[in-house]
Each structure stands twice: as structure tokens, then as C-alpha cells.
């Protein structure tokens, strides 16, 4: 039977399937006994999405990429029937490279499908209500063969002295240049640089004077453009991205900022709407931000997983302190022997959906902390997470509750849930 569904949209909120609750232990908990990474089939429900759409010719000779904002509990995509790929990880942005697979200026066919449960779902066991769907924007969108792959950026303070730094990676760019400027607010340039390419990489540190520190109480944030520019100076690329310049730093057991304690007045929020479930607006967003300003907080845990990244944008503008949490909790396997933290099969896993995390938002400086996952026990897995992380960021803390009992363990911070006080 085919229907009109609408996406984003969750199968549980529009009449397919059982909403349901669990705090501690699996979705499946009442039908079958978690034996990673098998899953039983039954009530195993599956959406099956498929949609023509008309690529525009003028997309020929372009890179074309097909963007899901999240799929829950696993994505798997094909192209006028020859299949593009696969995806686990419902809480991070997947993108496939559907070039090969399409004609523009014709009419493609395009389909999906979502699977309930997956072997990814013995890592997705986090308490709250269990839904199924895409609960994130889905779009095309085209980029030219040659551009910029990807932007890293950091915004370091000494004094009143931006430190910038900025990591670019092209395709087919060598021999074009690149553009950068600084702007204020108020749109004066503070800083701005052209730069050659060369292979690959393209790596700047820079410092800028006179800049205003972004904190909780002073959101101060600049722009950085940065554009990818043809032999004629002609820009085929351009990406505007926010910077906030702000020093993190662990001294005498004690977080700083720019160099000064902070009281960490805060809540771990999970990204559910009362009417939408896991779709939440941006109205809505801002409605948190709103409510946890009244209520003098100025932090945020993104409890248990990779937020949307609007997000982050909005506690970059308004100021939150965000700790910003991988997608991996196994709960219902408990934290002894059977444990997935130390699970050997789940170390690619534990590892993968870190660096999501990370190379999604790492340019947000409203992002303090780091944390690896939650209520998965300790082990190996974990160890080359925190490894991993700090490999990909060094400018940050690092956190990950289930190290709380051994100061050898790998954690920045001592931070067990429901700690008592501490005299």
C-alpha cells in the first residue's frame, strides 16, 4: 500500500507502529533478549521511501550530494534502482555523493528505506521515547567538481588578541585561490588574507587584534568568508561561518574561560517536541534558550547524542555553554561483562560516532566540553574514542562520565551523575 508521508516525519506520530517509553533497557526488551549484534526480525517494522525528482540541467558537470539530517535507525539509499549506500547513526547528518548515480535535467527516482532496529541500535539505548523516521531535513544540492571539502576553524583568545585558525580542505582547487575576511558585526573587516592553493590542504593561524571575547554573558561573534576563487578572481564557492574567540583551559583543577572560573549553571536537554517528537522547530529551539535564560542558566548537556545543528547556532548567538554529546549509549547491556564498551566488535562504532560528533560541530564556540557517549560502562572502546577526539580537537575538554571511579581512566573532568556534595 503506498501513501503520501511526510519527511521529516516519524512512523510512530502518524499511525505506524507503538510509541514507546524506556528509560533502562531496550525498545525490544519485552520480546527478545539483547544478543549483539543480532536482531529479531519481528515487529521489526520498515519504511520504504521512494520519490521522483527533477534534477536541474543546470546541475551538469556538478558534484551533486543528497543531505539527511537524521534517520533513525539506519538509512539505506538507491538511485534509479542501483543502490548508493548505507548509513547508521540516526543522530548525525549523513550525506551521499549521488553524482554517478543520476542524469540532470530529467527525472530521477529516488528511494529509501528505515529500519526500526539494526545492529547500530544496541548503541542508541538512550532514555527517552523510542520513534522511528527521519526527523531532519532531507535535500539535494549541487557543488561545482572543484571546491572546498571541508572548513575547521578555531577561535582562541590572548588578552583582547583573536587567535584564528583555519583548516581548509579542497578538490581540484590547486592552482585556484582562496579568499578569507573577518567582519565584525557591524561589517568591519578585521582581518583578511588570499591564499593560494596548494594540493590538498591549506592551513592558517592568525592573530587579529581588538576582538571582543564570546562567553555566556558576551555572545560576541564574528564572520569569517571564506571563498574559492577561478584564475579570473571570479568566486565559485563561498561559506560564511560565525567565530567566536574564547580560551578553554583545565588549571589547578579548575575549568577556565579566558582565563577566569565559570559556574556552570546548567541542564541536559534531549531533543524532543511535544507535538513532533523528534522534530523540534526552530521556534521551538529558541523557546528553550528563552525559558533557560529566564531561569539563569547558561549550559547545556545535548543528552544523549548530536543535536540539529541549528542548535548549536542558537547557543553560539545567545550564549550557552554547550557540552556536546556523541551519539552511543548501551544501557540495556549494562556496565559489567557484557558490557559494549569493551566489546571489540563495537570499537569502530563507539569511535565513528565521536568523530561525527566532532566533525560536525566543531567550528561552534559556544561547544566547551566534549563528552564520548552515556551510561555504556568503560573500556578499550571508549579509551580510543577520548584517544581520537583529542587527536581531531586539542582545544578542548574531553569528558566521560563512566571514568568518574579512576583517576587513570581517560577523562578531562571528574563529573558522575548525581554526584553528593563534596566538602
Known amino acids: 500500500e503506498m501513501t503520501d508521508f511526510p519527511v521529516p516525519g516519524l512512523f510512530e506520530m502518524n499511525g505506524y507502529g507503538d510509541r514507546i517509553y524506556r528509560n533502562a533497557g531496550y525498545a525490544w526488551s519485552t520480546q527478545f533478549e539483547p544478543n549483539p549484534p543480532y536482531i529479531e526480525e519481528k515487529n521489526n517494522y520498515t519504511g520504504s521511501y521512494r520519490r521522483e525528482v527533477e534534477i536541474p540541467v543546470a546541475w551538469k558537470g556538478m558534484q551533486i550530494i543528497m543531505h539527511v539530517g537524521s534517520a533513525t535507525s539506519n538509512l539505506q539509499l538507491w538511485a534509479n534502482g542501483k543502490e548508493v549506500g548505507y548509513s547508521e547513526d540516526s543522530k548525525s547528518t549523513v550525506e551521499f555523493d549521488i553524482t554517478p548515480y543520476v ?13 526500526r532496529w539494526c545492529d547500530g541500535s544496541y548503541g542508541e539505548d538512550q532514555d527517552f521515547w523510542r520513534f522511528t523516521g527521519i526527523s531532519r531535513e532531507v535535500y539535494l544540492y549541487a557543488r561545482p567538481k572543484s571546491h572546498i571539502e571541508d572548513l575547521r576553524l578555531n577561535g582562541d583568545l590572548n588578552g583582547e588578541t583573536g587567535l584564528l585558525a583555519i583548516e581548509v580542505d579542497t578538490k581540484g582547487a590547486s592552482g585556484k585561490t582562496l579568499a578569507f575576511a573577518l567582519k565584525s558585526k557591524c561589517g568591519k573587516t578585521l582581518w583578511e588574507k588570499t591564499v593560494k592553493v596548494s594540493g590538498d590542504k591549506t592551513k592558517l593561524s592568525e592573530a587579529v587584534k581588538d576582538v571582543q571575547p564570546w562567553t555566556a554573558e558576551t555572545p560576541n561573534l564574528y564572520t569569517l568568508t571564506t571563498s574559492l576563487l577561478d584564475s579570473k578572481g571570479v568566486a565559485t564557492e563561498v561559506i560564511p561561518q560565525k567565530v567566536g ?9 579548575q575549568v577556565l574561560l579566558n582565563g577566569k572560573a565559570i559556574l556552570i549553571k546548567g ?17 521551538r529551539m529558541i523557546e528553550d534558550i528563552k525559558i533557560m535564560k529566564e531561569l539563569n542558566m547558561n549550559a547545556v548537556r545535548t543528552c544523549h547524542y548530536p543535536d540539529d545543528p541549528r542548535w548549536y547556532d542558537l547557543c553560539d548567538e545567545y550564549g550557552i555553554y554547550v557540552c556536546a554529546e556523541a551519539n552511543f549509549e548501551s544501557h540495556g547491556m549494562g556496565y559489567k561483562e557484557r558490557r559494549l564498551a569493551q566489546d571489540p566488535r563495537y570499537r569502530k562504532t563507539v569511535v565513528e560516532r565521536n568523530e561525527n560528533n566532532v566533525n560536525v560541530q566543531r567550528n561552534h564556540p559556544s561547544i566547551i566540553f566534549w563528552s564520548l557517549g552515556n551510561e555504556s560502562g568503560y573500556g578499550d572502546n571508549f579509551e580510543a574514542a577520548f584517544d581520537r577526539v583529542k587527536e581531531m580537537d586539542n582545544t578542548r575538554i574531553v569528558q566521560y562520565e563512566q571514568a568518574y571511579d ?3 581512566k581517560k577523562s578531562d573532568l571528574y563529573c558522575p551523575m548525581y554526584a553528593s556534595y563534596i566538602s
Open 103 to 115: 542524469t540532470p535535467g530529467k527525472k530521477n527516482l529516488l528511494a529509501m528505506q528505515v529500519m
Open 245 to 253: 574567540f574564547r580560551h578553554i583551559e583545565i588549571k589547578n583543577s
Open 267 to 283: 541542564a541536559d536537554r534531549h531533543e524532543l517536541d511535544p507535538d513532533g517528537g523528534y522534530i523540534v522547530s526552530v521556534e
Open 406 to 408: 579512576d583517576m587513570n
